[in-house]
């Protein structure tokens, strides 16, 4: 995304990524920002915070501000930065991969992460600061 610079220059704009890091959906965003040398970001939110809720209609994280982008849902962040910005693609391209890879993201998404992965609750003793 590029937005208008000083003296004719065009500078990119930073990927502002907005969760917590104890989100594995948050370290998703950020893990291809890694992948790909993405400079970004993370501002550190809990669920249902005022940043969060005016991109994501049910509050949750992450959310992606870039220029005048605004995203929710990871895949969908993941996929933007991977094709927005130079570097080899975190995604492949090749049709086949493209839907095994679709696959195993949505059984993750749907079925393993309430099996699998922690549910963070802002009332968990555990992650208080």
């Known amino acids: 995304m590029l937005q208008a610079g000083t003296a004719g220059k065009q500078v990119v704009?930073?990927?502002?990524?907005?969760?917590?890091?104890?989100?594995?959906?948050?370290?998703?965003a950020c893990m291809v920002c890694g992948e790909k040398g993405i400079?970004?970001?993370?501002?550190?939110?809990?669920?249902?915070a005022p940043e969060i809720l005016a991109i994501h209609p049910f509050g949750k994280m992450p959310v992606l501000r870039h220029g005048n982008v605004e995203l929710f849902e990871s895949k969908a962040i993941a996929t933007y930065l991977d094709r927005s910005f130079p570097g080899p693609y975190?995604?492949?391209?090749?049709?086949?991969?493209v839907a095994l890879t679709e696959q195993w993201v949505s059984l993750v998404n749907?079925?393993?992460?309430?099996?699998?992965?922690?549910?963070?609750r802002p009332e968990d003793r555990r992650f208080r600061a």
Do not use: C, K, N
């Open 90 to 97: 975190v995604f492949p391209s090749d049709p086949r991969r």
């Open 39 to 48: 400079q970004y970001v993370l501002m550190e939110r809990p669920l249902h």
């Open 13 to 28: 704009a930073t990927p502002e990524i907005i969760g917590s890091i104890r989100s594995t959906y948050t370290r998703v």
């Open 110 to 120: 749907t079925v393993m992460d309430r099996t699998l992965i922690r549910v963070y």
